[in-house]
RNA sequence: GCCAAUGUAGCUCAGUUGGCAGAGCGGCUCAUUCGUAAUGAGCAGGUCAGCGGUUCGAAUCCGCUCAUUGGCUCCA
């Protein structure tokens, strides 16, 4: 039979023999590296037996679907563990992840840090015992009859379609069922690590049963092991929810309450440089600013629709029922913008109109969401909406995601976010508004101009908002969690709800069309995505205190004055340390603050006009004159400046 | 909301079988005027998250609540 390889290479091997047969005959480095198979595109075991002509792509751990496989190997490893050590444990489900693998359990008690020690060396037994996996089928029934008392299993195994094979893997004395693929013994799991236990609804549902999973991740040799468990290390001290209150950009109050960060000075600043330079740039691009209340009637959330889809989201005043007037705090700004679009009269001449505003918002979050700047009750959003003819939505649109990319370019955030077409769900009738018409050309028009821009996206299913289909820009935490930084929607059923109009050139009325956007996002969460994204050393045109003069002498006081007085004459963010000793302390403690830039002056500075200049990254630049620091800090700062 | 973990001074943490609430760093005062973390002396700083219970006695044991954290669900 002929093989046709990965690289196109066409090669004759003799009929019948297995993947990885085959591997090992191309190398004996990949017959070793081989963890499963790609048959005409299908991931399978190395064991599959080759019978035809086909295209075979060998899979290591450098591939997506040979990691996968060796994760859901070790899932199966850890799953057999845990039936040895936990015998009455129910197994619910266990696939690999893009970080690798957990496995659910139904256990009468959850599993604690301890007993995911006893876990972990027992799959090191079973790991040392190199038992092979044999994969094999099984009837409906027969399988039913299998998992006989797992509710979880025969559940699964009903949902599958008549007709669809069942297949099982076996490991010595543990069976699960299972798609595959796998690699060839559980000895491939060489080095892996159980990280965590946490609690998941069975099939990701509120209404149904709480299991207790594990998370855990495997590689196929220690170093590359501990060196992933040391960058996850790394990247969890630059978690902002922990640098952002070490740094002072932010604390919370239990007395305040939660998902209520109180935003400190450094933190406060921050936002302010960025609302500015955001403000300044929609006016520049012709948006008009609004100020609108912060609460409203129960009537207006009503005619938009909120009432009936957001009403657990809302903070609510006023009891219907004992006859008091009924007011909610806002969780968007479009009803209030719709309000003012609707104060004139409009042409088809005056569009687009295009509504900016720096808008608090607040959501009644359940107790669990709420999470450092990222998840809060009470955030701002640099919101807009856009009221335009058809003829303009799809210039519009352009002309929003290229104020969106310039100012993610300007925040340097452009390589780490992904683009998600989210798109509604027919089935999930209570979320959406009900017009399936309305919602299949919308989501045409938005997919054919994200093709036109060239955008690479991923779609996703049963994630718009309930009035039209979106573009979100997704950012990824330290703990790979990933979050709505920015957003683009494309609102087909506002317009009629609020009975918004424009008079067209033939002289009839018609419905515009409505773009929401926010262009940097809410400013808590962008704060946290850059405190994440920069550890803390804040770019120098948006950090909150841009240079930090330090004395060593009293009589170095004064000099270090008169400069900080000219740099902040032009504009410098500065800050004075007067107490002259501990300058060691001091200037580590200004490198712990990550800020860019630490002068320091005693006697001689003072004496020969100069500054000693250590700058962030760059460590001890020396001494220097003062006034070649200073144009050196204005050039720097004016070049960051300019987007 | 659900499953768990955690909560002692501004920070990092100690506090034994229940028996006087501690240390280092930081802060303040005085002395020192010092060159890339650690000068000396002194002072202040705590409702041990809160409330209730058990006990002669609770930071410690039990219950509830609040907050923080990791997940699930929900979401910008």
């Known amino acids: 039979m002929k093989i046709t390889l990965f690289d196109g290479n066409v090669k004759e091997f003799e009929n019948g023999m297995s993947a990885l047969e085959i591997a090992k005959a191309l190398s004996q480095k990949l017959g070793k590296k081989a963890l499963a198979a790609k048959i005409d595109g299908n991931v399978v075991d190395l064991s599959t037996k080759i019978e035809k002509d086909c295209k075979l792509e060998i899979l290591t751990f450098e591939e997506e679907d040979g990691k996968k496989a060796l994760w859901h190997t070790a899932s199966h490893v850890m799953a057999q563990a845990v039936l040895h050590l936990y015998p009455e444990a129910k197994l619910a489900i266990g696939p690999a992840i893009d970080t690798g693998f957990y496995y659910d359990f139904d256990v009468p008690e959850p599993f604690t840090a301890e007993d995911l020690t006893k876990i972990e060396k027992e799959m090191k037994r079973i790991v040392a015992q190199n038992i092979p996996l044999e994969r094999f089928e099984l009837s409906r029934q027969e399988a039913l009859d299998f998992f006989k008392g ?91 929810n922990k640098l952002g209150r070490e740094l002072k950009f932010f604390t919370t109050n239990e007395a305040v309450g939660q998902g209520l960060p109180l935003i400190m000075p450094k933190g406060a600043k921050t936002i302010q440089i960025l609302q500015r330079f955001v403000e300044d740039e929609e006016e520049s691009r012709g948006y008009l600013l609004t100020k609108t209340p912060y609460m409203a009637k129960s009537d207006l959330y009503k005619i938009s629709g909120h009432w009936d889809h957001y009403k ?19 969780p968007m700004t479009c009803p209030f913008q719709y309000m003012i679009y609707k104060a004139e009269h409009h042409s088809y001449r005056d569009l687009p109109m295009r509504y900016t505003e720096t808008s608090p918002l607040f959501r009644n979050e359940s107790s669990g969401e709420m999470h450092g700047l990222i998840r809060v009750r009470q955030f701002t959003l640099a919101d807009a909406h856009i009221i335009c003819t058809p003829e303009q939505v799809a210039e519009e649109f352009k002309a929003v995601l290229d104020l969106i990319v310039y100012i993610m370019k300007s925040l340097g955030i452009e390589d780490d976010i992904t683009y998600r077409f989210s798109k509604w769900s027919p089935l999930n009738k209570e979320k959406y508004l009900d017009d399936p018409e309305a919602w299949e050309t919308t989501q ?104 930090r003069l330090l004395s060593i002498t009293d009589r170095s006081v004064e000099y270090l004055k008169e400069w900080q007085n000219k740099l902040k004459a032009a ?16 200037i580590r403690e200004a490198r712990g603050e990550r800020l860019p830039y630490i002068i320091v002056a005693g006697d001689k500075e003072a004496e020969n006009g100069t500054l000693a200049v250590r700058k962030r990254g760059e460590g001890d630049l020396g001494e220097m004159s003062a006034e070649k620091f200073m144009s050196m800090l204005l050039g720097e700062i004016a070049e960051k400046s300019i987007f």
């Open 312 to 330: 657990d989201g809302m903070f609510i005043i006023g009891d219907e029922e004992k006859g008091e007037e009924v007011l909610a705090l806002r």
């Open 444 to 547: 045409v028009l938005m997919k054919s101009l994200l093709d036109e821009i060239g955008l690479n996206y991923k779609e996703a299913d049963d994630e718009a908002a309930f009035y039209g289909p979106k573009l979100d820009l997704q950012f990824k935490n330290v703990f790979g969690k990933e979050d709505t930084i920015m957003t683009l929607q494309i609102d087909f059923g506002l317009a009629e709800r609020f009975d918004m109009v424009y008079v067209d050139s033939d002289g009839e009325k018609k419905r515009p069309y409505i773009i929401h956007r926010s262009s940097i996002g809410c400013y808590e969460r962008t704060l946290a995505m850059l405190i994440e994204k920069y550890a803390g050393a804040m770019p120098l045109w948006m950090a909150p205190e841009q240079v």
């Open 571 to 586: 504009g410098v963010r500065t800050s004075l340390d007067i107490r002259s000793e501990k300058i060691g302390y001091k």
């Open 150 to 240: 797992n509710p979880y299993k025969q559940e699964l195994i009903n949902e599958l379609t008549e007709g669809e094979t069942i297949s099982l893997y076996k490991q010595g004395d543990f069976t699960d069922l299972c798609a595959g693929p796998h690699v060839m013994s559980t000895g491939k799991v060489k080095a892996f690590k159980l990280l965590s236990i946490a609690g998941a609804y069975w099939r990701g549902s509120e209404k149904n049963k709480m299991l207790t999973r594990i998370y855990g991740t495997a590689f196929e040799k220690q170093e590359e092991l501990a060196e992933y468990l040391k960058k996850l290390k790394e990247a969890r001290e630059r978690d902002h």
